[in-house]
């Protein structure tokens, strides 16, 4: 009887329970399921500029609607491969040139809070660098430079010189007499070699069994350039300008550069550019590309014009640089150790040359004789890199 009665009081206690929660109002949420789905306005694609991404397009423009005017709310990608931005608004997006290539890549634009996705195909990328010539790793490259057929010439090792032709084909050319630091090519195909720290130029004509020398400076230079009436510009650590005039084969120095190292030297309409560092003991004097006008027909030079101080160059300040380049319309490249190894300087804007695409350390730039640019690699990735830029370099006058 006792357990009879104790479980009637149980059976109580549960309907009392359950009449208290009954009369309780739910306050937690509805379930999902419940939810309409509620976005932003989906993003679409009318256009994109240029109409295909071409060497030497360098940015992208997507033209479209209900983009988000906050470049981090915008993500694109070009097939797998996500694009920098670098502007944006609600009807366009620029994107630097992506790190990828093909002939009809998907290109998608995903906007945060969007649920569709914007898509645009095919679009053209471009393949725009290459390995070039195949070098291993004890075949230290010294210098390079190209003739009027496209033809590339590689001084390593100790003296070695190699020819690779325009496919890629190498085969060995000539020694050279010396460790050369710089090379150049004359326009009947004589190679012109400076010898590492030295006084004398040399040049090895096609065919020759060995060079000969061509030339005496002043002072021990390690790198040279030509101009339009054949006077050679030779510059090395503490040795200013060395000029060897054309027309007497006299020399004589020029140039306030008597404390600096000059790494490379080269002539660009009717200027001679040179990137050097200080060395002298006043610190003050900035390190970068200055230039001197050519006033004579025999290399006399006028005064030194600072264009490019390194200390102002921002993330660049930190790195080194090695060479120097222009294109025919005035873009100035300077190959350095960044993890973007070529700075460009156009109308005062600097910028990284097809950033995040190109390899490792520059140490040296050569321009061919239409689009093509040669890259010297450093550090540890010894080799040449071919890379198609779309621009045409300044004229080479040879000797």
């Known amino acids: 009887m006792s357990s009879y009665k104790n479980l009637q009081g149980i059976i109580l206690i549960c309907c009392l329970m359950s009449l208290v929660l009954a009369g309780c109002e739910y306050d937690g949420p509805t379930a999902m399921w419940k939810n309409k789905p509620t976005s932003n306005a989906a993003p679409m694609i009318s256009g994109i500029e240029p109409i295909s991404a071409t060497p030497g397009v360098f940015e992208i423009n997507i033209v479209g609607q209900n983009f988000s005017d906050n ?63 195949v070098f291993v790793a004890s075949e230290e490259i010294k210098a390079m430079t190209v003739d009027k057929n496209e033809n590339l010439y590689v001084v390593f090792g100790s003296k070695q010189i190699v020819k690779i032709t325009p496919d890629g084909t190498r085969s060995d050319y000539g020694v050279a ?20 720290a030295y006084k004398k130029l ?42 060897i005039r054309k027309d007497t084969g006299a020399t004589f120095t020029d140039g306030d550069y008597a404390n600096f190292n000059i790494l490379a030297v080269r002539v660009f309409e009717s200027y001679v550019y040179i990137l050097a ?30 264009i490019l101080d390194w200390s102002t160059t921002g993330a660049w300040a930190a790195f080194e640089y090695y060479d120097l380049a222009f294109s025919q319309s005035g873009d ?68």
Not at 177 to 196: E, M, V
Not at 209 to 228: H, L, P, R, S
């Open 71 to 133: 470049m981090a709310e915008n993500f694109v990608y070009f097939g797998k491969t996500r694009a920098e931005i670098v502007q944006s608004g609600p009807t366009a997006i620029k994107v630097l040139r992506p790190n990828t290539f093909g002939d009809s890549l998907k290109v998608q634009v995903t906007v945060n809070g969007a649920i569709e996705t914007a898509k645009f195909s095919p679009y053209p990328v471009a393949l725009v660098n290459e390995s070039f010539g």
């Open 177 to 196: 007499p010396y460790t050369t630091t710089d090379i150049r090519c004359g326009a009947d195909g004589t190679l012109y070699l400076q010898r590492s």
């Open 202 to 243: 040399y040049r090895l004509a096609p065919g020759a069994a060995e060079a000969e020398e061509c030339g005496t400076y002043t002072g021990k230079i390690n790198v040279f350039d030509i101009d339009q009436n054949g006077n050679v510009y030779g510059g090395g650590e503490k040795t200013g300008i060395n000029i």
């Open 277 to 306: 560092t200080n060395v002298g003991k006043d610190t003050t004097v900035a390190s970068g590309v200055y230039r001197n006008p050519i006033t004579s027909s025999f290399g006399e030079l006028g005064n030194s014009e600072l």
């Open 332 to 399: 100035m490249l300077i190959a350095t150790s960044n993890v973007n190894p070529v700075m460009r300087v156009k109308d005062g804007n600097i910028s990284a040359l097809y950033k995040d695409i190109l390899t490792t350390t520059a140490t040296e730039l050569v321009w061919g004789n239409s689009t093509y640019i040669y890259q010297r690699l450093g550090g540890e990735h010894q080799g040449v890199q071919r890379i198609n830029i779309g621009m045409v370099g300044a004229p080479y006058y040879g000797l």
